[in-house]
């Protein structure tokens, strides 16, 4: 008797709770767990680093911000809708072309794209 209350009732219950507590943690899995995974620190300096037109440092920063994007895409993945993740990976590589071509202009839209399709993420 008591094996079927738990296979009918608490597991399946337990198993929702978990699901949904997972499909709701994007906004806290975005947040940086290490030094490695600082993206929007990473586009916060390399915006300042486009406008004050230092383009060895924007490069550097951009190979950053794809490779903490790698890392966080990997906590969110399960959170956080598959277009938005495909449209933040389409700015990023926007955001390295454009500080390969050194346009500023682009670029500072591509980042402010970023921001709010980052701050779209887990709400």
Known sequence: ???????????????????????????????????????????QSLEKQVQNKQWREAKSEAEYAMNAWDHIVNRIQFSVERETIYDILGTLARIKGGVAAQDDQALLEEIYYFYALWDNIGD
């Open 1 to 43: 008797m008591k094996t079927r209350f738990w296979l009918l009732y608490v597991v399946p219950i337990t198993l929702i709770i978990l699901f949904c507590g997972i499909l709701a943690s994007g906004s806290f899995l975005k947040r940086p767990f290490g030094t490695e995974d600082r993206l929007l620190a990473s586009v």
